[in-house]
């Protein structure tokens, strides 16, 4: 007898041929590749972008909307920056280092963007939009030989605290550096597992 129900094919798998989790951060030599390409190009507005989206820690929907005066006073780029998180609705502080800075002037230099501007427009709108700028560092990834699909904007947002991570553990330092508001969030973004509780516990003697 045949079956009164239609066999429906099976539906195939929404992350078929996709990698998903967490995005791995960048190791210290693959930061220093991509921002000596970016240098020796002279692509000055993406050189900016990379060391500012390293420093700043933000989400991509906010590092793309900074305006020229979030980050620059008078006609110095600040070290520290403060803006309000679109997620969270929560203000974030972040710092920008030496070389962050000379390379926000360099870009400005170009541009002669105004304070109100974005600092990083776009040709197809005011600003860069979230998906110009994972294209565009799917790129950064590609020329140095990294896997497009395995990295993207998150691996620079986790970058830092990473690094900050393993040299001092100190998880509420990471908390505060990317604004969230629960601990238990910076834990799981971080990827601690047990193995960094054992390791933390063997180092201390009693």
């Given amino acids: ?12 798998a929404w992350n078929k041929g996709k990698l998903i989790g967490q995005k791995p951060p960048l190791k210290p030599r693959e930061i220093w590749a991509i921002r000596i390409r970016l240098q020796m190009n002279e692509c000055r507005r993406d050189l900016a972008l990379f060391n500012l989206a390293l420093d700043s820690k933000l989400w991509a929907c906010d590092l793309t909307k900074l ?7 008078g006609d ?8 309000l998180q ?12 030496s070389h962050t800075r000379s390379a926000i002037l360099d870009w400005l230099q170009v541009t002669q ?10 040709r197809r709108s005011l600003h860069l939009s979230t998906r110009q700028y994972a294209r565009i560092v799917n790129g950064w990834v590609s020329e140095i030989g990294l896997d497009s699909k ?13 690094l900050i991570y393993r040299q001092t553990k100190n998880l509420r330092a990471i908390q505060l550096l990317l604004g969230h508001t ?14 960094d509780a054992l390791e933390m516990a063997e180092k201390t003697e009693l």
């Fill in 1 to 12: 007898m045949f079956s009164i129900f239609k066999r429906s094919r099976p539906q195939q």
């Fill in 67 to 73: 305006r020229v005066k979030d980050v620059l006073h």
């Fill in 76 to 83: 110095q780029v600040v070290k520290r920056a403060t803006i």
């Fill in 86 to 97: 679109q997620k969270t609705q929560q203000p974030v502080q972040f710092e920008i280092t």
């Fill in 113 to 122: 963007l105004g304070p109100s501007d974005y600092l990083f427009p776009s």
């Fill in 150 to 162: 395995a990295y993207g904007t998150h691996s620079l947002r986790r970058t830092k605290p990473s």
């Fill in 182 to 195: 629960k601990l238990e969030s910076t834990v799981r973004y971080l990827g601690i597992d047990i193995d």
